[in-house]
């Protein structure tokens, strides 16, 4: 599935520039309480591109069978896209109020239920593989990074996670300003990880039809596209990023995407050979490439998509707790299931990623949360990121109480040999998660108003209402 399924398209009709257009007038008319923000950029991956969306999220939000933040699973097992957000976190003193439009609607917390019980078990005394977790595709991930940490006492996330916007081609190559945030958080410490899932097709959740898409393949089998991976190739390295992990055409053995595989296998396969032959012809790279699926059957079997030992270094899989009444132990033992991609990566000399995974079909699932913990603790891959809001995830969708106690039971204090990053103290930690008196979302001194992309490029950012302009005049 995608990264998420998380948008509500934007359509540039006349009401809705109408709309726009008189925000901005009567934002205008207030004076010298308007500065402009840049945009936060849309994720790839999404069904639809809106700033302040989360990037695709696995099974649970894909457009048909979203790509959510995870795979996109079969027709029968594909995850309704989510229409409504999630209920925003309960409400904090020391935290300004904000709109529940201002929040990415999968980055909200379930109020309903309590905060689950702190760690009751010890820690494994076995090498902890890189993790991390999806937490938001902007800047506001990046914040949220330090805040799961110290929700799991400490525990060394040595791994980032986002998604490139896949509506347009000059998005797939990193829009200027989109990288820089996790470039950044990446460059703090040589041993951080940062993974970057990018579409193979611009429209890429705007379900293109299989015809088109078997001509997309084939002209990007030709060489169409090379220049689009050229310049994203040579962004990363001018971002002091060389050696991040490149999830390519993520999911591409389901229905979800434009980038998918299953109308034509054999275009798909040369297609990928020449994006990442262009992306390692460009000096200074040290890019890693995994071959992500979905888990399971799905519209086409994964292995019939897989392009050859010479340009994938890493096998990965989406793997998300459905469908529904399927076991831990079935989904390791199905067909192309758990089990499958462990031997099918040994066979070929390579190492295994999740990188998506969470709850999903089966609701607040502990044995599933215990299980996937287990395994990959069994299985050492390169790296896992739990795909983290509602429905799959753990810290900031509260609606999972029992796995998240599991979860943060057995991650929290764990780090590997270089010892615990550095935290917030608990007592600057508000219970929203993140520090006393501030909102990750919005600037420090402002109240940011979403647009849409396109007023908001023609104003060159996103207004933004200064808050102390009021505060200082009354």
Not at 366 to 386: C, I, Q, S, V
Not at 408 to 417: A, E, N, Q, V
Request: net charge negative; proline share 12%; aromatic share 8%.
């Amino acid at each position: 599935m995608a990264p998420q399924q998380r948008r509500v398209r934007f359509r540039r009709s006349a009401v809705v520039v109408a709309t726009a257009a008189a925000a901005v007038s009567v934002v205008l008319a207030s004076g010298p309480g308007l500065a402009i923000a840049s945009p936060d950029p849309v994720p790839s991956a999404m069904p639809t591109q809106t700033p302040g969306t989360l990037p695709p999220q696995g099974p649970g939000t894909p457009p048909p069978q979203g790509p959510g933040a995870g795979p996109s699973a079969p027709p029968a097992q594909t995850p309704a896209p989510a229409s409504s957000p999630a209920a925003a976190p309960t409400a904090d003193p020391a935290v300004p109020v904000v709109p529940a439009s201002a929040i990415p609607a999968q980055a909200t917390s379930d109020a309903t239920t309590p905060e689950p019980p702190a760690p009751t078990s010890a820690p494994s005394d076995a090498p902890t593989p890189a993790f991390g977790a999806y937490l938001d595709y902007g800047a506001r991930g990046v914040a949220r990074i330090a805040r799961l940490s110290e929700w799991l006492g400490g525990a060394e996330l040595r791994v980032g996670h986002t998604y490139l916007p896949g509506d347009q081609w000059r998005n797939i190559e990193g829009p200027p300003g989109f990288l820089d945030v996790w470039a950044d958080w990446r460059r703090q410490q040589d041993d951080r990880l940062l993974v970057l899932n990018v579409p193979m097709m611009e429209r890429n959740e705007e379900g293109v039809s299989d015809p088109e898409v078997r001509d997309l393949l084939q002209r990007g089998a030709a060489g169409e596209f090379d220049h689009h991976f050229r310049a994203l190739a040579e962004r990363l390295v001018s971002l002091r990023v060389p050696d991040t992990v490149i999830v390519l055409g993520w999911e591409m053995n389901g229905t979800t995407y434009t980038h998918r595989c299953g109308p034509d296998p054999q275009s798909w396969k040369t297609y990928w050979n020449r994006i990442v032959t262009t992306m390692r012809a460009v000096p200074g790279q040290r890019f890693r490439f995994d071959f992500t699926p979905t888990r399971g059957k799905d519209a086409v079997p994964w292995t019939e998509c897989y392009p050859g030992d010479d340009t994938v270094d890493i096998i990965g899989m989406d793997a998300y707790d459905q469908p529904s009444g399927l076991s831990f132990e079935q989904q390791v033992t199905e067909p192309l299931g758990l089990q499958e991609h462990i031997d099918f990566a040994k066979a070929h000399g390579k190492p295994v990623s999740y990188p998506e995974w969470g709850l999903f079909r089966n609701g607040d699932n502990a044995e599933y949360m215990r299980g996937m913990l287990d395994w990959m603790d069994r299985h050492k891959p390169l790296y896992n990121t739990l795909t983290d809001y509602c429905p799959h995830g753990v810290w900031q969708c509260r609606r999972n109480p029992r796995a998240s106690e599991v979860y943060r039971s057995l991650l929290s204090d764990r780090t590997d040999d270089r010892g615990p990053l550095q935290t917030t103290p608990a007592s600057s930690v508000s219970s929203a998660g993140f520090p006393a008196g501030t909102a990750p979302w919005l600037p420090a001194d402002c109240w940011s108003i979403a647009l849409g992309d396109w007023l908001e490029s023609r104003l060159g950012g996103r207004p933004c209402l200064r808050l102390d302009r009021w505060s200082r005049g009354r």
